[in-house]
């Protein structure tokens, strides 16, 4: 089992930034990427940003120039760094993982409990 600790969430007014933060702890074996997904209400959840473990990294085209994912390998953390943030931004963000666990034989993904964004205007 993989747990997935978010932080960094709150309110911000438009043209402010935020940056969250999401640490992964338990059985890490063979991460395949970790990503920022998130969700309005009413709407779908939507990958906002991935990286690989290769570092390779893509993004949604409504946040492409204004966010930004990295990741700290040694520490099993991945940031999204958010600047310029809309009002359009405002959701509920949610860390994901995925791994291939060979005691599974396949791919498993993990979640976040979730940490609010709200961007005022």
């Known amino acids: 089992q993989v747990q997935l600790v978010e932080s960094g969430g709150g309110l911000v007014q438009a043209g402010g930034s935020l940056r969250l933060s999401c640490t992964a702890s338990g059985s890490i074996f063979s991460l395949n990427h970790m990503a920022w997904y998130r969700q309005a209400p009413g709407k779908q959840r939507d990958l906002v940003a991935q990286v690989t473990d290769a570092g390779t990294t893509k993004y949604a085209d409504s946040v492409k120039g204004r966010f930004s994912i990295s990741m700290d390998y040694a520490k099993n953390t991945v940031y999204l760094q958010m600047n310029s943030l809309i009002p359009e931004d405002t959701a509920v963000y949610y860390c994901?993982?995925?791994?291939?666990?060979?005691?599974?034989?396949?791919?498993?993904?993990?979640w976040g409990q979730g940490t609010q964004v709200t961007v005022s205007s």
């Open positions: 994901n993982l995925e791994q291939y666990e060979p005691w599974q034989r396949r791919r498993v993904e993990y």
